[in-house]
């Protein structure tokens, strides 16, 4: 199981987000996303959706002005 990876780069937000809940809903539980960006305020929209659909955000860095965020859709429970 790889990890899948949107370039979101020079998109605003809260595109960067949307484009990632969309993949993380056709992925299988536990499977890990990647998202580079550029705009920080979707920093903060990514910990929104980690919290409100209880995907993990399992790291994240930022260098020079590139986010680069890596989420594990969440487990699911039966």
């Known amino acids: 199981m790889g ?4 370039d979101a780069q020079y998109q605003k937000s809260p595109l960067p ?3 990632a809940a969309r993949a993380l ?3 299988g539980p536990g499977e890990k996303l990647r998202v580079l960006m550029t705009d ?3 920093v ?3 910990r929104d959706l ?3 659909a209880g995907h993990a955000l399992i790291a994240s860095s930022e260098t020079k002005g ?7 859709r969440k487990e699911e429970t039966p």
Do not use: G
């Open 25 to 27: 809903r056709l992925m």
């Open 40 to 42: 920080p305020a979707s």
């Open 3 to 6: 990890e899948r990876f949107i």
């Open 50 to 52: 980690c919290a409100q």
């Open 66 to 72: 590139v986010f680069s965020l890596s989420l594990k």
């Open 44 to 46: 903060a929209d990514f």
């Open 17 to 19: 987000v949307l484009r």
